[in-house]
């Protein structure tokens, strides 16, 4: 039951995960090429695309009638 409206049976969960977006890790490797490429893979590794990493969910209830959410 809806505390706003009062409609019975129209709650439906929802949820989003919840994301950041992530670099690779600047390793050893990177620092080798740095360095051997004079600051070119930086550049690189800036221009690299990064990767969603989901860090949690976010869990709600809302209602079908009226569409406000719990």
């Not at 670099?23 to 990064?50: E, H, Q, S």
Request: net charge positive; hydrophobic share 40%.
């Amino acid at each position: 039951m809806c505390p706003y409206c009062g409609a019975h049976g129209t709650l439906r969960s929802q949820q989003k995960q919840l994301t950041t977006k992530k670099r690779v890790k600047f390793g050893v490797m990177w620092v080798v090429l740095t360095v051997c490429t004079g600051g070119i893979a930086f550049l690189i590794w800036l221009m690299m695309p990064r990767r969603n990493e989901v860090i949690g969910v976010d869990r709600w209830t809302e209602c079908t009638a009226c569409k406000s959410t719990l």
